[in-house]
């Protein structure tokens, strides 16, 4: 996944191939409004598999940058807890789905669980939707978490990692269109992004660990 440079994401590309498909196939049937719906579908899943190369900017060695595209919906400080901080990030099919490694990180663990696509405001949510969890190890040995959530997505939920596996910065390791995701950070994490913020996954600067 990291080293795909092609303009769309390898898990696009059986669907867009099916969707090409029935457009030719309605255009040789003379089903002139279902081959229009193919070519508008065509256009969507292109559009939503997109995998644009990003500017790699270049930041302190202890900097933290966005998984994903999307918008801050929330920042909680925790108590009681093992991490200090919670950020919340919700990415719709506008955003780019492509996720990217936060920092320079040595995966910890990896638990995908399958389940529903209901929305954010079902209470089915946070327990039945499909998800993964992410542990991380900087190589300053900082360890930090990231939930992705689907939320009504035609597409599941892709990660390509596995424990031990080690990964530069910016990185591509998966993809998820439509959700959300929770990112949670230990008390020497320094905040440097607010609720509002419109964040782009390797670009935007998210904090450092101190």
């Known amino acids: 996944m990291e080293s795909n440079l092609l303009p769309l994401s390898k898990e696009g590309i059986s669907y867009l191939l099916y969707s090409l498909v029935l457009f030719v196939l309605f255009i040789i049937l003379d089903f002139a409004f279902l081959a229009f719906f193919a070519f508008v579908s065509t256009l969507f899943i292109a559009y939503s598999f997109r995998n644009p190369e990003r500017e790699l900017c270049v930041f302190e060695t202890a900097s933290f940058l966005s998984p994903v595209d999307g918008i801050v919906e929330s920042i909680e400080e925790l108590e009681n807890h093992k991490f200090a901080y919670r950020i919340e990030i919700q990415s719709s099919y506008r955003d780019v ?16 669980i399958n ?53 530069i910065q910016t990185a591509r390791y998966g993809l998820m269109l439509n959700g959300s995701t929770s990112i949670y950070l230990p008390q020497n994490f320094r905040v440097n992004t607010s609720i509002g913020s419109e964040l782009k996954a390797s670009e935007s600067l998210m904090g450092y660990f101190s």
């Open 97 to 112: 789905s492509v996720l990217r490694i936060p920092a320079n990180v040595t995966v910890d663990k990896v638990l995908k």
């Open 115 to 167: 389940g529903t696509r209901v929305t954010k405001n079902s209470k089915l949510f946070s327990n039945l939707n499909e998800n993964a969890e992410i542990s991380f190890i900087t190589q300053e040995k900082n360890e930090f978490k990231l939930i992705h959530r689907l939320e009504k997505s035609f597409a599941p939920l892709f990660i390509d990692l596995y424990a031990k596996k080690t990964l």
